[in-house]
């Protein structure tokens, strides 16, 4: 039973759509991120929201918009995809935002945008 | 500005023998670090953590060891298996809401 799960796994699409993927956690956990891994391998974090409420922005363009509906899922939707989003896209959770709480990562979203 | 450095992108090692992975970082705000493993096609997965009190930490096969002076900390497996094989990302974050920071990862091969 996976703890956190996101779908799709790849996806190719073209620029200037819209794509969104999904990330649920059945942890229990209060906490969860959105991680971005680009082509030289760099991962960098991107948002997180601890019980629904975004607390962590990273400077992402505004066509980023993550969405949590509730404290298991945090939902990631991008606007007007350009090449430059093709990475792969992590969501973690974490027992709570501080220091020392193990964070737990999906197997990640591959999106390849041509 | 890359705040973690891990500077080694690859690494060998024969089973049996001391695997030695090195991470440097320039941020002193950071005061907890963290190891992760990923292996292809898999998300990063927790091996091992140590907080800047401490100078060292053990957990079975794997130690991390903390120079805060030199604002560097390693890695140690022992004895390496084949089965450690994976990319291997250093980790760091500040007090306050946890926003890890990682380095490029070192790629150790274990060879039987």
Known sequence: ?114 | DQQVKQNSPSLSVQEGRISILNCDYTNSMFDYFLWYKKYPAEGPTFLISISSIKDKNEDGRFTVFLNKSAKHLSLHIVPSQPGDSAVYFCAATDTGFQKLVFGTGTRLLVSP
């Not at chain 1, 794509?19 to 059945?26: H, L, P, R, V, Y």
């Not at chain 1, 792969?88 to 390849?112: K, M």
């Open chain 1, 1 to 114: 039973d996976t703890a956190v799960s996101q779908t799709p796994k790849y996806l190719v699409t073209q620029m200037g759509n819209d794509k969104s993927i999904k990330c649920e956690q059945n942890l229990g956990h209060d906490t969860m991120y959105w991680y971005k891994q680009d082509s030289k391998k760099f991962l960098k974090i991107m948002f997180s929201y601890n019980n629904k409420e975004l607390i962590i922005n990273e400077t992402v363009p505004n066509r980023f918009s993550p969405k949590s509906p509730d404290k298991a899922h945090l939902n990631l939707h991008i606007n007007s995809l350009e090449l430059g989003d093709s990475a792969v896209y992590f969501c973690a959770s974490s027992q709570n935002a501080g220091a020392g709480n193990t964070i737990y990562f999906g197997e990640g979203s591959w999106l390849t945008v041509v």
